[in-house]
């Protein structure tokens, strides 16, 4: 049983081992599948620590922008959660990781939704949620890891598909599919972009007089952003709290090697990026050809990042407006106070910008990212008093689909007990059926006109 949670909380080694079998499929030379491997895997540790590097200096920014604004409430943290979840439900996350992971692979290859998600500490959140909610309504046993695999299987494959349309947009081919569970955001974000904005002018094509043409370089233009919003939040911060963050060094200094830090970390990100796609994407064709086919890897969000770098930062930026804006009307709600998560804010709010901008442009990207820093702020708020029941006090999941996942199933276990559960599994299973033959029909159709 550990051996599968540890097998599932380390993405690299799934990433990798899945390029291990596309190229020992493609019958490739033995230096050839060790070669793109172990490329897949280095490239993926290159990306996980570049994030890394990202989240470590965005947590030195969190504290200072509670004190600088004077925020107070409940940070959204997956991690918080999980914590928990482990100690109890740990054999069942495990079994559902397992064999939801199984399910997803039998739904990529008998219908029509070829997506594989292949995002572990992803796939090891959703686990926990289902199978805390699940027990709720009274799931146990086998029962439990039976139903909460064969929803998480089906999570697995349709969050892909929904965000695909506007990937396809972002990165101009089916290759790659998202493999984050925030297709809530990643889907109606750029929608609303869409019918705000104008495609024709893109974030990337931003015009800039000569003399200060260093900002086309997208490392600069993040350097001296994240500077201007670290120094501002510090000298903003109370003293005690920033000279608390510094260790006693130079405030402004210290601020500005954070900004740095994060901007470095942005780098190392694109690099790993870079250098998995080269292997894992080749090799996944063995997977396509011969095992799925047809399969589209779903991969976690930075592997977008590559596609519109300005987008990037403008959608977080935006993100962290909407963000502030839902913060500062929840205190006048029932609900609790969320402070928005810098953390999610960057990573889906720049995912978001990435597919606002291929259809919206700049004014979509900006509208689209406020949208969606509104929208998961606000979930987790929605989340929070069902986790508390659970006995998750103070902790609630910080991404759009697991809120929307727990506030649905649980909702249903109040009003329909384990009959809802089961509405929901034939639903589900009505979608891939139905969707499938539409899928098969349409694929039909351009044959037909080409006779």
Do not use: W
Not at 82 to 104: K, V, W
Not at 334 to 348: D, M
Request: with cysteine; net charge neutral; aromatic share 10%.
């Amino acid at each position: 049983m550990n051996f599968v949670y540890s097998f599932f909380n380390q993405p690299a080694i799934i990433i990798g081992l899945i390029a291990f079998i596309g190229l020992v499929a493609l019958r490739k030379p033995i230096d050839k599948i060790l070669s793109g491997t172990f490329k897949t895997v280095v490239g993926f540790v290159i990306l996980s620590q570049g994030g890394g590097i990202i989240s470590s200096a965005l947590e030195k920014l969190s504290p200072a922008f509670e004190s600088a604004f004077q925020v107070q409430g409940v940070i959204p943290s997956n991690e918080a959660v999980i914590g928990l979840a482990e100690t109890l439900f740990g054999a069942e996350m495990a079994l559902i990781m397992a064999f939801g992971f199984i399910c997803n692979i039998l739904i990529a290859r008998f219908t029509k939704f070829k997506y594989i998600f292949l995002t572990g500490h992803h796939v090891l959140f959703m686990s926990a949620l289902l199978a805390a909610v699940l027990s709720t309504i009274g799931f146990r046993g086998t029962e439990l890891v039976i139903t909460g695999s064969l929803i998480l299987g089906a999570v697995m494959t349709l969050s892909p598909a929904v965000v695909q349309p506007f990937y396809r947009k972002a990165t101009g081919n089916d290759n790659i599919a998202m493999g984050h569970f925030n297709a809530i955001s990643y889907s109606l974000s750029p929608l609303i972009s869409k019918a705000v904005g104008n495609k024709q002018r893109s974030t990337e094509d931003i015009k800039v007089p000569k003399q200060l043409s260093f900002f086309r370089d997208n490392t600069i233009t993040t350097a001296i952003v994240m500077i201007i919003l670290y120094v501002v939040t510090y000298l903003f911060a109370e003293r005690s709290v920033a000279m608390e963050l510094s260790g006693g060094d130079n405030i402004v200094m210290y601020a500005v090697m954070q900004a740095m830090i994060f901007t470095a970390g942005f780098v190392v990100v694109l690099h790993g990026v870079r250098m998995m796609l080269a292997e894992i994407v080749p090799a996944f064709k063995g997977i396509s050809e011969k095992i799925v086919p047809d399969a589209t890897p779903a991969l976690d969000v930075p592997v977008l990042f590559p596609y519109a770098p300005n987008a990037v930062l403008i959608g977080f930026m935006s993100s962290v407006v909407g963000g502030l804006m839902v913060f500062l009307i929840l205190p006048f709600t029932p609900l609790p106070v969320i402070i928005p998560g810098l953390i999610n804010l960057f990573f889906v709010g720049a995912g978001v910008g990435v597919l606002a901008n291929a259809v919206g442009g700049i004014r979509g990207t900006i509208v689209g990212g406020i949208f969606n820093g509104a929208l998961i702020t606000f979930l987790p708020a929605l989340m929070l008093p069902l986790l508390g029941e659970l006995g998750f006090a103070n902790s609630t999941f910080g991404d759009a689909d697991f809120a929307v996942t727990g506030i649905l199933l649980g909702q249903l276990g109040v009003l329909f007990s384990k009959a809802g559960i089961y509405g929901i599994l034939f639903i589900l299973a009505l979608i891939f059926i139905v969707g499938s033959i539409i899928k098969a029909r349409n694929n039909k159709m351009p044959e037909a006109e080409a006779k």
